[in-house]
């Protein structure tokens, strides 16, 4: 009998028995691998569906018996009901998030626009179609400072920038090119500071031009630095002209 315990032990899973022989203990060490104890789970789970069907005949009994199963395992609390990936763990503390999109009219927008952006720290729109006729306080967003913008007229065009208050950002002017509906902004962190550039090219200024300009912005600005962050609102364009680019 006390080798048919030793094996029922070790099948069990207790892998470290002690046997006594008079007054002298010998301790055994037995090494299981993972695919027998795998080759074991799934023996006992084979037999313990033989005996659920050998007791429960009916198809009726066995839906009731997998229905008291479910609900046990239900009452126990520990039970994820509905499992599956993990949901997106939220980002670092340190992480920038940054924000762009067309808005084609800013001023109408401004209530469907702030529960989308609230979680970023810079956001960018394109095409806010904003002149001076419009406050900065008439289109300020709860959470953000004052907004950055570069208006053309109420009918197209334009570009702004919502920063919240840790933010350490500021307008780079003199990295801009008056023939562009361009900013560029410079943002600081304790690491290093990275350039932030947005553009905004309409249908009917010519791609040949506006690359041209861009080429001369971007070659400015890496003679400062290289770290560059580019979005672009740029419309229909020439994919040979950018490739020459």
Request: one cysteine or more; hydrophobic letters at 40%.
């Amino acid at each position: 009998m006390g080798s048919d315990i030793v094996a029922h032990r070790i099948s069990i899973g207790l892998f470290y028995c002690k046997i006594s022989s008079g007054c002298a203990k010998t301790v055994i060490k037995h090494t299981v691998s993972f695919n027998d104890v795998l080759f074991e789970i799934c023996v006992n789970l084979e037999k313990c569906k033989l005996w659920i069907l050998s007791k429960y005949k009916s198809y009726s009994d066995i839906v009731s018996f997998y229905m008291l199963l479910y609900s046990l395992l239900l009452i126990c609390g520990d039970i994820e009901s509905n499992p599956g990936p993990g949901g997106t763990p939220d980002p670092p503390e340190k992480t920038l998030s940054i924000f762009h999109g067309n808005i084609r009219s800013l001023r109408n927008k401004l209530n469907y626009i702030t529960d989308i952006i609230e979680d970023f720290d810079i956001v960018f729109f394109t095409e806010s179609h904003l002149d001076v006729n419009v406050p900065d306080l008439d289109i300020s967003l709860f959470g953000f400072e004052t907004p950055v913008r570069k208006d053309r007229n109420a009918n197209g065009g334009g570009i702004i920038m919502y920063y919240k208050s840790l933010i350490n950002i500021i307008r780079r002017v003199d990295l801009e090119h008056d023939e562009v509906e361009s900013m560029w902004f410079e943002l600081k962190t304790k690491l290093r500071s990275i350039l932030i550039n947005i553009n905004y090219r309409s249908e009917r200024q010519s791609s040949v031009c506006f690359w041209q300009y861009f080429d001369m912005m971007l070659k400015r600005a890496l003679d400062e630095n290289n770290g560059i962050i580019c979005l672009d609102d740029l419309n229909k364009i020439s994919c040979q002209i950018y490739r020459q680019i």
